[in-house]
Nanobody, 124 residues
Framework: QVQLVESGGGLVQAGGSLRLSCAASGRTFSRNTMGWFRQAPGKEREFVAALRWNDGSTSYADSVKGRFTISRDNSKDTAYLQMNSLKPEDTAVYYC?????????????????WGQGTQVTVSS
């Protein structure tokens, strides 16, 4: 089992920045990829960014490329999502997830463990 705890959400004005954290515990050696997803009210959960833990390779949704950066701190078993130039359409609950699958994956169904989510609200 892998436990994930997100933090860092909040209310920010458009153009501002937030950094989300995802602390992992448990059998963390088994997870291959960490991902961030988000879900806005009335919409389906969508992929935001992913990072393959071993080699640091990353993938981003087109909507966040150039604005968001996913990173990791091996010593803390923590993944981060730095979000810059935030827009009102970035408002959502953001979820951290861990996949046991080898390749870098961007679909929610490939993730095995999920955090509880953290709210990000961007005001115009």
């Amino acid at each position: 089992q892998v436990q994930l705890v997100e933090s860092g959400g909040g209310l920010v004005q458009a153009g501002g920045s937030l950094r989300l954290s995802c602390a992992a515990s448990g059998r963390t050696f088994s997870r291959n990829t960490m991902g961030w997803f988000r879900q806005a009210p009335g919409k389906e959960r969508e992929f935001v960014a992913a990072l393959r833990w071993n080699d640091g390779s990353t993938s981003y949704a087109d909507s966040v490329k150039g604005r968001f950066t996913i990173s990791r701190d091996n010593s803390k078993d923590t993944a981060y999502l730095q979000m810059n130039s935030l827009k009102p359409e970035d408002t959502a609950v953001y979820y951290c997830a861990a996949s046991l699958y080898g390749p870098l994956v961007v679909v929610a169904a490939a993730y095995d463990y999920w955090g509880q989510g953290t709210q990000v609200t961007v005001s115009s």
